[in-house]
């Protein structure tokens, strides 16, 4: 089982930045995949990205492409998301979410994730 605790989370303007943390803890020792996913107020919860173990595999929604990086430290046990050229439409939740490793590795698919954490808040003004 892993536990997550995400952070980072602020109020910034539109074409700021911020970078999301992620600190996992529990039995961290065997290999996870790591995804994050967003939801907004009446919104469905939405994919954002998405990285393996290695971090040798990430995937992202169109909707943030180019804009935002995924990526981990492994010996912090820490996934990050530095989010760029932020939008009010990137408001939201945001959560992080694990699952250990499988041959599919990386995926967007949140039904795929067994362990969330908290969330942590972003707002976006424009």
């Known amino acids: 089982q892993v536990q997550l605790v995400e952070s980072g989370g602020g109020s910034v303007q539109a074409g700021g930045s911020l970078r999301l943390s992620c600190a996992a803890s529990?039995?961290?020792?065997?290999?996870?995949?790591v995804g994050w996913f967003r939801q907004a107020p009446g919104k469905e919860r939405e994919s954002v990205a998405a990285?393996?173990?290695?971090?040798?595999?990430?995937t992202y929604a169109d909707s943030v492409k180019g804009r935002f990086t995924i990526s981990r430290d492994n010996g912090k046990n820490t996934v990050y998301l530095q989010m760029g050229s932020l939008k009010p439409e990137d408001t939201a939740v945001y959560y992080c979410?694990?699952?250990?490793?499988?041959?599919?590795?990386?995926?967007?698919?949140?039904?795929?994730?067994?362990?969330w954490g908290q969330g942590t808040q972003v707002t976006v003004s424009s």
């Open positions: 990285i393996n173990w290695s971090g040798g595999s990430t």
């Open positions: 529990g039995r961290t020792s065997s290999p996870y995949d």
């Open positions: 979410a694990a699952k250990y490793s499988s041959l599919w590795g990386a995926v967007l698919t949140s039904r795929a994730y067994d362990y």
